[in-house]
């Protein structure tokens, strides 16, 4: 292990970012528990990443308000589809959101199928580029996601609007699977909150922050340590933490 490895200059970027999606991830995450439609984060980051890779297929470039225009535009198409059939299908709405992921994912590979770079942007979007993320990238997120918290707080969106809750859903999704990738937003959502299902009211916000803080500082630094793929550490991290805690809460019952 070498500690020069861990420069600040590149995981202090990455740590602030992870900072990010946990600020919506986890409320946010609590709500899917409760709900029971764990993998509607999955379906709707699967049709953002659509977006990206049909925007990708006509030439935009990636920084582009097109691409974005595109990835925004799929997912509130998927989060709209899902709120229809959550409202006429409520009781195979799990196996409906299974479905509707399978479909979006092999759509993008068939997309993909005549890429040279295929592979490579397929990677990026499962696992990300954590660590290729500047603070200037980082501000128009951070203002996103003020005004995302805004509104689910203040509206109390998870109990006063369904339709508000999959289009918040799908603007925070959009920009987290493009800033970390689609394992490591599923991650985010469900292990902090999977961990302290068991508490009430603020206590479980708070742990659930503290799980998936400690998870992507950890993350980020042990895969620094071990010269890994930060996204895929800092998912077992996430995950080692969330158990820990979650036998920690389990015993102090």
């Not at 049909?54 to 535009?73: C, I, K, N, P, R």
């Amino acid at each position: 292990m070498d500690w020069q490895s861990v420069d600040i200059s590149i995981l202090g970027p990455a740590f602030v970012a992870g900072l990010l999606i946990l600020s919506t991830h986890v409320p946010l995450g609590q709500s899917v528990l409760k709900r029971g439609i764990i993998f509607i984060d999955l379906a709707i980051a699967q049709f953002a990443g659509l977006g990206v890779i049909v925007a990708d297929s006509m030439g935009w470039h990636a920084s582009s308000w097109q691409v974005q225009a595109s990835a925004v535009s799929a997912a509130v198409l998927g989060a709209i589809m899902l709120h229809w059939s959550d409202k006429r299908f409520p009781k195979i709405q799990e196996a409906l959101i299974g479905i509707t992921f399978v479909l979006a994912a092999t759509m993008g590979l068939l997309l993909l199928a005549n890429n040279p770079h295929g592979g490579e942007q397929l990677k990026d979007l499962l696992v990300g580029q954590i660590l290729w993320v500047s603070y200037e990238q980082l501000l128009p997120i951070a203002l996103l996601y003020v005004g995302v918290l805004s509104v689910w707080f203040y509206f109390d969106i998870p109990k006063a609007n369904r339709l508000g809750f999959y289009l918040l859903f799908a603007l925070t999704v959009t920009a987290s699977v493009q800033l970390v990738g689609i394992y490591l937003v599923f991650a985010s959502l469900i292990i902090p909150a999977l961990a302290t299902r068991t508490m009430r009211g603020p206590r479980a916000l708070i742990f659930a922050y503290t799980v998936g803080i400690v998870g992507y500082a950890g993350g980020l630094v042990l895969s620094a340590l071990l010269d890994l793929p930060s996204g895929a550490v800092i998912v077992w991290m996430l995950a080692f933490i969330g158990i820990l805690t979650s036998m920690l809460i389990t015993n102090d019952e």
